[in-house]
């Protein structure tokens, strides 16, 4: 399945139409916030509220970041959040870094299930997945066959030299 994802052209073209919707989803949710006015601050206090009672949605060590990061840094995060979202759904319509931008969906969508939340983040994750496993396939109908083509040509690569000494 994997070497499928990874290579075959009509996996390519499935995967297109996966990165289109789900690029549009976060492009849509992030331009809402942008354009509309965004306040993470409610959110994270219901999140922290989530943590306690007899069935907690939300697990003790990340209500312990919410509260003791993330609530004191809530002006960083009314601009990560929306900014991230619309740049990754940029990134996945337009093919370009798109498994980085799968990635950092992905980041997104599971802060989000850590918050409490699920809605659709679960289906976003499962086709975030499938972009990150597919690679380069996954962005071949994108601007990526050409800014990574450009990348490995113009870049030299690192070559990294280390030795293992034996210490016996």
């Known amino acids: 399945m994997i070497q499928y994802l990874r290579t075959n052209r009509f996996a390519s073209y499935i995967l ?3 990165r289109l919707y789900i690029g549009w989803q976060w492009l849509h949710a992030g331009w809402g916030k942008i354009s509309g006015g965004f306040d993470a601050s409610g959110f994270l206090a219901g999140a922290i509220k989530q943590a306690t009672g ?3 949605a939300v697990q003790p060590w990340w209500a312990d970041f919410l509260s003791g990061f993330a609530i ?7 601009v990560l959040v929306p900014w991230g979202e619309f740049l990754v ?3 996945l319509i337009l093919g370009t870094f798109t498994t980085f ?3 950092m969906g992905a980041v ?3 802060s989000y299930m850590f918050s409490g939340t699920t809605s659709t983040n679960p289906q976003m994750v499962l086709i975030e997945i499938l972009v990150l ?6 962005a071949k109908i994108g601007l990526d066959r050409w800014v990574i083509l450009f ?3 113009k870049i030299p690569p690192v070559k990294l030299k280390y030795t293992l000494k034996n210490t016996a």
């Open 108 to 110: 997104m969508n599971f």
């Open 16 to 18: 297109t139409v996966l």
């Open 72 to 78: 004191h840094n809530v002006g960083l995060f009314n």
């Open 54 to 56: 007899e069935h907690p």
């Open 89 to 91: 759904g940029v990134g």
């Open 133 to 138: 496993v597919a690679g380069f396939n996954a």
């Open 151 to 153: 990348l490995k040509t």
């Open 101 to 103: 931008a799968a990635l």
